[in-house]
């Protein structure tokens, strides 16, 4: 079977003289559960390793990964550099992760450029916003004292709240027979500005953060600040399945149309 190769973006762990392992090495990783919800979908997650940094070597770069593979999944994790949206932290804790964005934002140009699908999770969905001029808040507790508990570290994956979705939209319509809006909810950074050229698809219907974009013009670009991958007919969450069915045609779509050219 010749399997679609979906890229997963990388995360990033510094060097830590407390780490029992490579404690003087920069590790890239992803978290399994992305993975494999991509697999899910009968793809191949290929995750997609810097070609930038101190041990650097060869000529691989960015636009090569994205010219081999189908599509790209820009996985959750760490905050953004306040710089990278042009803003300064407003509190030390927030410093954001520089080289990561830097990394992530010139994985999103050189997909689109190759005409290939983007889909971003949580960070991921802050990070688009952020390389098509969009703005973030920094933290909601601080800046947005009266919006819901929308990170909880002792619930983490098991923080929910429904999800309202924005009527014509893509969204609504993949999800038109969902049984649950029941969403997870891990993060402490959400939309303050949307990005020109995007449109909001749902939103969170206590505090309206934003919850899901999609871009209006004709590059492939969606995203949701939630946690597909940690969704699960035992937690009575939403049913994501019909997001990632039709990121799989998208990808299939350009395989096609890569053969018949």
């Not at 899910?40 to 060869?58: C, D, H, K, Q």
């Not at 933290?139 to 924005?166: G, K, M, S």
């Not at 969704?231 to 395989?255: Q, Y």
Request: net charge negative; proline share 6%.
């Amino acid at each position: 079977m010749d399997r679609l190769k979906i890229g997963i973006s990388a995360c990033y762990l510094y060097p830590d003289p407390a780490r029992a392992a490579f404690a003087k090495k920069t590790l890239n990783y992803v978290e399994q559960s992305v993975p494999h919800w991509v697999m899910s979908g009968g793809a191949l997650p290929v995750m997609i390793l810097p070609t930038t940094g101190e041990t650097a070597r060869g000529d691989v770069t960015l636009d090569d990964y994205a010219a081999w593979l189908d599509g790209l999944v820009l996985h959750g994790g760490a905050d953004l550099w306040p710089g990278s949206y042009g803003e300064q932290p407003i509190d030390s804790r927030w410093q954001g992760d520089r080289l990561r964005d830097e990394y992530e934002m010139a994985l999103v140009k050189a997909f689109v450029a190759a005409g290939k699908p983007v889909f971003g999770i949580c960070r991921g969905l802050q990070l688009i916003n952020a390389t098509f001029g969009g703005t973030l808040v920094q933290d909601i507790p601080t800046q947005r004292p009266t919006a819901l508990e929308h990170r909880n570290a002792d619930r983490y994956d098991r923080n929910f709240h429904t999800l309202e979705l924005v009527p014509d939209t893509r969204l609504s319509e993949l999800l038109a027979n969902t049984s649950s809006y029941k969403i997870n909810s891990v993060h402490h950074q959400c939309i303050k500005d949307l990005a020109s050229g995007f449109a909001i698809e749902a939103r969170c219907p206590d505090d309206g953060t934003i919850e899901a974009i999609r871009h209006t013009g004709d590059a492939w670009i969606a995203a949701v600040q939630w946690h597909p991958e940690f969704h699960g007919p035992e937690h009575g969450t939403l049913d994501d399945t019909p997001v990632l069915l039709d990121f799989s045609c998208i990808w299939k779509m350009e395989r096609q149309q890569e053969t018949l050219s």
